[in-house]
């Protein structure tokens, strides 16, 4: 397991850095109003338009999932950080407690989980919900992956038959 801590400055960095691509699509979405009420610009707003246009799109392509992982507080991490790994692994943005068990401050894990399947003793691994759970991260038994299909709680660690 690798982990990255995020407190204070690097934490506002981290989100600023999710936040940016956002910052640049609400430029060009008023543009025309930017424009009008500051003409001067007018010159650059072309350029500005294409390379925001390409910036988000590539933004979005390859770190779209850490969005997932601070919204969500859990995603599957991208292929191409584990392209030497054939498990399924996920990101979590997780809590941190000091030693009075108050909220201390987050750092993104890179986890895997895999446990037994309670019907065939196959090995789930989580996995996306797909068509039948979308937006859900399911536990699915190697042996059966359609039937033996399990819900998963990043933070109970708990999973009940969803089939
Ligand atoms: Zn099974």
């Not at 988000?56 to 919204?71: E, K, P, S, T, W």
């Not at 950080?81 to 809590?95: F, V």
């Not at 691994?125 to 709680?153: K, M, N, W, Y």
Request: contains cysteine; aromatic residues 16%; positive net charge.
């Amino acid at each position: 397991m690798s982990s990255l801590d995020l407190k204070g400055k690097r934490l506002s960095l981290f989100l600023a850095f999710i936040m940016l691509p956002f910052v640049v699509f609400f430029l060009i979405l008023f543009s025309p109003i930017i424009l009008t009420l500051f003409p001067m610009f007018a010159n650059v707003a072309g350029g500005f338009i294409f390379w925001g246009i390409l910036y988000i799109a590539v933004m979005v392509g390859f770190f779209g999932f850490l969005y997932r992982v601070v919204d969500k507080r859990v995603a599957m991490a991208p292929d191409w950080m584990i392209l030497t790994s054939r498990e399924y692994w996920l990101l979590e943005y997780r809590r941190e407690m000091d030693k009075d068990g108050d909220y201390s401050h987050r750092r993104i894990a890179l986890v895997l989980y895999s446990g037994d399947c309670p019907v065939c003793n196959g090995s789930v691994q989580i996995a996306r919900g797909g068509f039948h759970f979308p937006g859900r991260l399911v536990g699915r038994c190697a042996e059966s992956p359609v039937e033996h299909v399990f819900s998963f709680d990043h933070i109970s660690k708990v999973g009940r038959p969803l089939r």
